[in-house]
């Protein structure tokens, strides 16, 4: 019964199969809601989610499968499985860069010392790499410092001498994930110390070998420093007889922002006097110190003492030295009585102990007796001129050269930050070596820089400033260049040149045409025109100006034309004439069109087509 109901249904059976065939078929394939359920379903099961790199030659190995039915929902058997597999691929993980400094940070630092910075370089790309380290910096006032970078080989933190622990630019090999420690030794390198509250930022760079990938931190320095004054006053009468005495009494401030350690003061007797060695007292008490005792001499004319350490917050921030001399008797009238030069004076140190570093001599100023000197105020005043071209014309992509000098024309040394700003030109600095208004290679190896060395009073410096008008800066456009030469001792102290740009750049316009104008028969030759125009003032170069042969008609040979074809006859072949007919289009070139210098450069095209 059953073959025979199936016999009966067979012919409804084919023609539906028939039918699901045509309309499979026809028009391209077309898949039915529940297959691609589940070929999708197979194709999403395909997705990873990424979190982390997968190592360098890693190979990935991906595969499809999938079910399916027949017309009448029969599961379809690949042999004796109920699915079908696609042939398998495989993708080998390429090796990619990648390197990590971790976050900026920042310290404090006592003037004349030093400070480490711990770092550590992770390698986050996928495969063995070694990196380029480098490091530079900048100060915000007139300090001066070292900058070195060593391997630190034990990862304590510290240099002590292990081996391994030395200067260095690059790392080791370092595997996937792997890890490098460095220490970056900041010094203050300035004579007299760096002054208090200047910061150093020293800009610490990490560069892949394979292929070039980077990573940035900063690392920000703050001084701290003592800054220690001292005044000399008379507090007895101011003009003694001889055999009278005069006291006098030293006080020293530390209005710094770190204690000044191991003050030790020490005064040569003025003219005319001899020290009374029981008069000598610390802040004008009643207690006299013993002359000579520990910390306390006086030795051939000259007291010494020592006066352990001077705070920087009220009321440990001041130490007084109190001390009577004797006038000399006989003495004539009218002798001078007066300190000899650089008298009283204190030492101290940024440190305590043997390891500090000795700050300059405080010569404290006189405010009575002995007549007491002028410091001269440091003046802030520049210059910055230019010693070559001002206006310029180029082409995008073209390289300019602003030549100019600094000159500090303040009281003291000083250094200039260097600037500019523009409509479009991108400008950078460099150096002029040897001075001779002409960048060469040397020049440019010494840059680019931001700032000038430091500039004595009245000397000055040569420059350059090397622009480039970038890609794609439109005829015509013009740029307004500033540049800028800024004190470093005094922010708002500046001096500024100026220089003009005008870019010169091509304007290709097509102006097209035919003839026959208007609607034409089968077998009407039709004659294409292009009107090429150059009407920018710069030059242009390799033109290429394609024309389609149009759909139902037929490209008629050897047509080309190019400006009449005065110059000779054009063919269709690329036989470097100008002009090429292809399969589908024609194609006409030129090496230049050159600049519009008040007549525009114009080139006349055509070719001619039969309509089918």
Known sequence: ??????????????????????????????????????????????????????PANTPITNQATGTYKDANNNVMYDGENAFVTSNEVTTIVSQVAGVGLGDNLAQAMSALSSTLYDVTITNSGNGTDFFTIGATGASDMTGSYSIEIFHDANNNGQLDGTEGDAVITQTSSLPY????????????????????????????????????????????????????????????????????????????????????????FSTEMPS???????????????????????????????????????????????????????????????????????????????????????????????????????????????????????VFTGDPSDSLVFSFKVINNGNGGDTFNLGSASDYVVWEFYPDLNGDGVLDATDLNGGPISATAELTSGDSAKFFAVGVIPSGTPDTEADASTFTATSQGLGTVSDTDTAATTCTAPVITLVKSVSPAGNQPPGTILTYQVIVVNSGTGVANTVVVSDAIPTNTTYQANSLTIDGSAAGVITDASDGDGGTKTTNSVVFEFDTMSEDTGATDTHTLTFKVAID
């Open 177 to 264: 994930s792997d890890t490098y420690d460095l220490l970056i030794r900041v010094t203050d390198t300035k004579l007299i110390g760096s002054p208090s509250g200047e910061t150093h930022v020293v800009t610490l760079t990490a560069t892949s070998n394979f292929p070039s990938a980077s990573d940035q931190i900063t690392l920000t320095t703050t001084l701290q420093a003592a800054s220690v004054n001292g005044e000399t006053t008379i507090i007895s009468e101011d003009t003694p007889a001889p055999g009278e005495v005069i006291i006098f009494e030293t006080c020293f401030t530390n209005s710094g922002d770190t204690t000044a350690y191991d003050l030790v």
């Open 272 to 390: 005319n006097t001899s020290l009374v060695t029981g008069s000598v007292s610390i802040d004008g008490g009643n207690s006299y110190i013993t002359i000579p005792s520990t910390g306390a001499t006086y030795v051939g004319g000259v007291l010494t003492l020592d006066l352990g350490d001077l705070g920087f917050t009220a009321p440990d921030n001041k130490i007084c030295v109190r001390y009577s001399v004797e006038v000399d008797d006989p003495l004539d009238a009218g002798l001078p009585i007066e300190f000899p030069n650089d008298n009283p004076s204190l030492t101290y140190d940024n440190e305590d102990g043997e390891g500090g570093s000795e700050y300059p001599v405080v010569t404290p100023t006189e405010s009575e007796f002995p007549a007491g000197g002028i410091v001269v105020e440091q003046t802030y005043a520049v210059a910055l001129t230019g010693t070559g071209d001002d």
């Open 1 to 54: 019964m059953r073959i025979k109901n199936f016999n009966q249904a067979g012919s409804l059976v084919e023609s539906k199969n028939i039918n699901q065939q045509q309309k499979l078929t026809k028009g391209g394939f077309k898949m039915k809601p529940t297959r691609f359920l589940i070929v999708a379903l197979v194709l999403l099961g395909m997705v990873a989610t990424a979190s982390a790199l997968t």
